[in-house]
């Protein structure tokens, strides 16, 4: 007979659970007391958001669940907008949560939520433990589930009776999963389509950048000298230094981009995912669309493609490949004179040398000192516009935004657990001031694990993003403007290095600095968003309506 709380660790040792981010409460204790001597390691944070944050991104860089743990209550309460953030963003996590004894208590309705039924909107398994001998089939269960197409998050409620139970249950093996194959007439069909239309572009969106389909995607477009372009949350899939990326769809109208995807007659959608703003609309009688992914489309009002070829999206992708014949007919000259036009206004700013800096001289900084596999997480933000547009990703997974819950506080969290599954990669947060004071404790977290992360913050003493919105739509500044704490010595506080930009000359020097020296290194940088309207709502509207 094995005690209940020894069975789930087995259980998730089992799954090769490697991290339990989180903060343990009295109704965790069984638990807590069966992982002293796993092999499972239990990283302690400051705050259960940070804690859910952290699994999200371990379970986004891995493809497997993140796992993050919380008491009941208020602790479970507090993983909320983490199961949204991985839920939407398609991240595979499993949060197990405390829960008083169900079977016999004498507390009363003390700290008690039906915390199962509050999960179950935000995830795609929730359930609670009544018997230690279902430990097995539930854990095996909630990391199917998290993980296999379209991931996302699980929980489990392990009540404090039950985790002292027995059981006498063996675990499940894993298996290896296989991903369907593509229909070959779906692939001679979208062939066939390919070679018809005039001027086809090519969509690459977040669910190929979950599945490596990099390569296979490479191949067709050097192959056929197709334009592609990317989603926030698909940059990095094909290296966007290709004479062929036409840039990333990071405003929902009037950019460059959308003058191409216009004139496009057919757009070959490759990993589309629903929770991204979209980057087209369809109209009935306008272009048409080919759906590759894992599941058939959601068909709305402004989207519902001609075809779907379903399967695994690197197997679709590499039998169109193999099949395709380039056309003389396709006309991408067009596409040619957007791109060009791309290169020439995202780099207008790089050099500028004023003091605040503008974001478009920030990413350029980064992007210059970082190595092609350096990570940079993002929290949420007016500067995920400017990263999205002018940040070129070379590989996948360097630049982790979120494009779906876009929640504030994440950025901090990312990073940490980019560091910890890549511990000999360059990582690097850029955080908004709003959004790092959300989670900035966890400061102390990353410290005390010894973490070496640069965290940038962009200082302009407000919500920035909304001020940037306020004025699009014609409104007065008001109700957005606060006071920040000295960030230097704020850092220092926690035994991390504190540093503020003084020059725009400064920058470049302080980050090689902070790169290059072990630590947890926190610069404060004034930010200048004085041109965002003028750019992003007026002029590139003008400009690219000129094309």
Same mark, same amino acid.
């Given at each position: 007979?094995?005690?209940?709380? #020894?069975?789930?660790?087995?259980?998730?040792?089992?799954? $090769? =659970?490697?991290?339990?981010?989180?903060?343990?409460?009295?109704?965790?204790?069984?638990?807590?007391?069966?992982?002293?001597?796993?092999?499972?390691?239990?990283?302690?944070?400051?705050?259960?958001?940070?804690?859910?944050?952290?699994?999200?991104?371990?379970?986004?860089?891995?493809?497997?669940?993140?796992?993050?743990?919380?008491?009941? $209550?208020?602790?479970?309460?507090?993983?909320?907008?983490?199961?949204?953030?991985?839920?939407?963003?398609?991240? /595979?996590?499993?949060?197990?949560?405390?829960?008083? /004894?169900?079977?016999?208590?004498?507390?009363?309705?003390?700290?008690?939520?039906?915390?199962? #039924?509050?999960?179950?909107?935000?995830?795609?398994?929730?359930?609670?433990?009544?018997?230690?001998? +279902?430990?097995?089939?539930?854990?095996?269960?909630?990391?199917?589930?998290?993980?296999?197409?379209?991931?996302?998050?699980?929980?489990?409620?392990?009540?404090?009776? =039950?985790?002292?139970?027995?059981?006498?249950?063996?675990?499940?093996?894993? /298996?290896?999963?296989?991903?369907?194959?593509?229909?070959?007439?779906?692939?001679?069909?979208?062939?066939?389509?390919?070679?018809?239309?005039?001027?086809?572009?090519?969509?690459?969106?977040?669910?190929?950048?979950?599945?490596?389909?990099?390569?296979?995607?490479?191949?067709?477009?050097?192959?056929?000298?197709?334009?592609?372009?990317?989603?926030?949350?698909?940059?990095?899939? =094909?290296?966007?230094?290709?004479?062929?990326?036409?840039?990333?769809?990071?405003?929902?109208?009037? #950019?460059?981009?959308?003058?191409?995807?216009?004139?496009?007659?057919?757009?070959?959608?490759?990993?589309?995912?629903?929770?991204?703003?979209?980057?087209?609309?369809?109209?009935?009688?306008?272009?048409?669309?080919?759906?590759?992914?894992?599941?058939?489309?959601?068909?709305?009002?402004?989207?519902?493609?001609?075809?779907?070829?379903?399967?695994?999206?690197?197997?679709?992708?590499?039998?169109?490949? %193999?099949?395709?014949?380039?056309?003389?007919?396709?006309?991408?000259?067009?596409?040619?004179?957007?791109? %060009?036009?791309?290169?020439?206004?995202?780099?207008?700013?790089?050099? #500028?040398?004023?003091?605040?800096?503008?974001?478009?001289?920030?990413?350029?900084?980064?992007?210059?000192?970082?190595?092609?596999?350096?990570?940079?997480?993002?929290? +949420?933000?007016?500067?995920?516009?400017?990263?999205?547009?002018?940040?070129?990703?070379? %590989?996948?997974?360097?630049?982790?935004?979120?494009?779906?819950?876009?929640?504030?506080?994440?950025?901090?969290?990312?990073?940490?657990?980019?560091?910890?599954?890549?511990?000999?990669?360059?990582?690097?947060?850029?955080?908004?001031?709003?959004?790092?004071?959300?989670?900035?404790?966890?400061?102390?977290?990353? =410290?005390?694990?010894?973490?070496?992360?640069?965290?940038?913050?962009?200082?302009?003493?407000?919500?920035?993003?909304?001020?940037?919105?306020?004025?699009?739509?014609?409104?007065?500044?008001?109700?957005?403007?606060?006071?920040?704490?000295?960030?230097?010595?704020?850092?220092?506080?926690?035994?991390?290095?504190?540093?503020?930009?003084?020059?725009?000359?400064?920058?470049?020097?302080?980050?090689?600095?902070?790169?290059?020296?072990?630590?947890?290194?926190?610069?404060?940088? /004034?930010?200048?968003?004085?041109?965002?309207?003028?750019?992003?709502?007026?002029?590139?509207?003008?400009?690219?309506?000129?094309?």
């Amino acid at each position: 007979m094995t005690k209940a709380s #020894d069975l789930f660790v087995q259980a998730l040792e089992n799954e $090769g =659970v490697e991290y339990i981010f989180g903060i343990p409460g009295e109704e965790n204790l069984d638990l807590l007391n069966s992982l002293k001597d796993s092999k499972i390691r239990l990283l302690l944070t400051r705050h259960e958001q940070g804690a859910g944050f952290m699994a999200a991104t371990y379970g986004r860089l891995t493809g497997k669940p993140g796992v993050c743990l919380s008491t009941l $209550g208020p602790g479970a309460t507090n993983l909320v907008t983490p199961a949204a953030y991985a839920q939407l963003g398609a991240m /595979p996590m499993l949060m197990i949560t405390g829960q008083k /004894p169900i079977k016999k208590s004498k507390q009363g309705r003390f700290q008690i939520l039906d915390v199962v #039924d509050m999960m179950r909107p935000i995830t795609k398994y929730t359930r609670q433990v009544v018997s230690a001998n +279902n430990i097995p089939s539930i854990i095996r269960e909630a990391f199917r589930l998290a993980s296999e197409e379209r991931p996302g998050a699980a929980h489990i409620e392990l009540p404090e009776d =039950v985790a002292a139970e027995t059981a006498e249950e063996p675990l499940f093996d894993v /298996p290896q999963v296989r991903r369907p194959a593509p229909d070959p007439k779906a692939i001679k069909e979208a062939i066939q389509m390919i070679e018809a239309a005039k001027m086809p572009l090519i969509l690459i969106g977040a669910g190929a950048n979950r599945k490596r389909t990099g390569n296979a995607l490479l191949k067709l477009i050097e192959k056929t000298g197709i334009y592609f372009f990317d989603t926030q949350m698909g940059k990095g899939v =094909v290296d966007n230094r290709h004479d062929q990326h036409l840039g990333t769809a990071a405003l929902s109208s009037n #950019d460059y981009l959308h003058y191409a995807i216009d004139r496009a007659d057919l757009i070959i959608n490759v990993g589309h995912d629903v929770i991204e703003k979209p980057p087209f609309f369809m109209e009935h009688g306008g272009k048409k669309v080919i759906h590759i992914n894992f599941f058939s489309a959601e068909v709305d009002q402004v989207y519902f493609p001609d075809l779907d070829v379903l399967g695994d999206i690197a197997a679709s992708v590499w039998d169109i490949m %193999e099949g395709i014949t380039r056309q003389s007919h396709w006309d991408f000259s067009f596409f040619k004179k957007v791109d %060009e036009e791309v290169e020439s206004h995202i780099s207008k700013y790089f050099e #500028d040398e004023r003091y605040p800096m503008l974001p478009q001289r920030i990413v350029n900084e980064i992007r210059n000192i970082m190595p092609s596999d350096g990570i940079v997480t993002l929290d +949420n933000g007016v500067y995920k516009i400017w990263f999205a547009r002018n940040y070129k990703c070379y %590989e996948p997974n360097t630049l982790l935004l979120d494009n779906a819950l876009a929640t504030m506080g994440a950025g901090l969290p990312s990073a940490m657990a980019a560091k910890l599954i890549h511990p000999d990669k360059k990582v690097i947060a850029v955080c908004g001031d709003g959004g790092f004071m959300m989670n900035s404790q966890e400061l102390e977290t990353a =410290v005390r694990e010894k973490l070496h992360v640069v965290v940038i913050i962009l200082n302009d003493n407000a919500y920035g993003m909304i001020k940037w919105k306020q004025e699009g739509m014609g409104f007065d500044n008001f109700g957005l403007d606060y006071t920040n704490p000295d960030f230097v010595k704020y850092a220092e506080s926690y035994g991390a290095f504190g540093h503020r930009i003084t020059s725009d000359a400064d920058f470049s020097k302080t980050l090689d600095h902070c790169l290059n020296t072990e630590g947890v290194h926190v610069i404060d940088c /004034p930010v200048d968003y004085s041109l965002n309207h003028a750019i992003l709502n007026v002029k590139i509207k003008e400009k690219a309506k000129a094309l």
